[in-house]
């Protein structure tokens, strides 16, 4: 189900007018926050996520999503580009948690952490891509990729989440190198923040990942 997107009302819903993006695991925690930021500082937003919210918020667009499978990712992104009229901001933020040491995990679960927090994030930006060369030349193209401490700080029986975690953290920087045209920054927010469900807190957090300066590739978000 999805809504067409109506103009903002907040007083400060000019910010990022004409922008627009989308956001995977969109329909809840980090996700929903930075849906929320993005469209009241007027944005046209649209939220992917596997179970999208079965009553549209004004203005968002819900469209279903599994970024573990190439063919959805597709099908999303087209109509989101269609919906908005193109695509300038892509957040990659969907993704899955897993527990257990490299003694406990087996090979399906390191498949299923990795298919999900690694590839869909390519499998995303692969697919976003043409979009968002059309975008470049308004300076507005930008991929951000919602990381984890857990990418280079060693936690208790994190095995395969912090393997994917660490391999997304490189995986960015090298789209950093090798995609000139957009901003590719990775967002390293702390454990709490992946429950966030403020919305004070969630424009802090909007804001912080969309005003990163070009060239950072790295920012930890501290509270």
């Known amino acids: ?67 573990g499978n190439d063919a959805s990712v597709r099908d999303a992104v087209a109509k989101v580009a269609e919906d908005l009229g193109g695509l300038d901001v892509v957040v990659s933020n969907a993704g899955i948690g897993s527990t257990g040491g490299v003694e406990e995990v087996t090979d399906e679960e390191w498949h299923r952490v990795l298919d999900v927090n690694l590839v869909g994030t390519a499998r995303l930006v692969r697919t976003a891509l043409p979009h968002l060369r059309m975008s470049a030349p308004t300076g507005r193209a930008a991929v951000v990729c919602t990381g984890s401490v857990a990418g280079w700080t060693g936690l208790v029986q994190r095995a395969a989440y912090s393997a994917s975690k660490g391999a997304l953290h490189a995986l960015v920087l090298a789209m ?47 509270g």
């Open 176 to 222: 950093a190198a090798d995609l000139v045209l957009a901003q590719c920054q990775a967002l390293a927010a702390r454990l709490a923040d992946l429950l966030l469900h403020d919305v004070d807190a969630g424009r802090h957090l909007g804001h912080r990942m969309l005003h990163l300066q070009p060239g950072v590739h790295l920012d930890e978000i501290e």
């Open 1 to 67: 189900m999805t809504t067409v997107p109506a103009p903002a009302t907040s007083i400060d819903s000019a910010e990022f007018d004409g922008v627009r993006a989308l956001v995977t695991g969109g329909a809840s925690g980090i996700g929903r926050a930075t849906v929320r930021a993005l469209r009241m500082r007027g944005a046209a937003v649209a939220s992917l996520d596997l179970r999208p919210l079965p009553e549209p918020e004004q203005g968002i667009l819900e469209i279903p999503c599994d970024v």
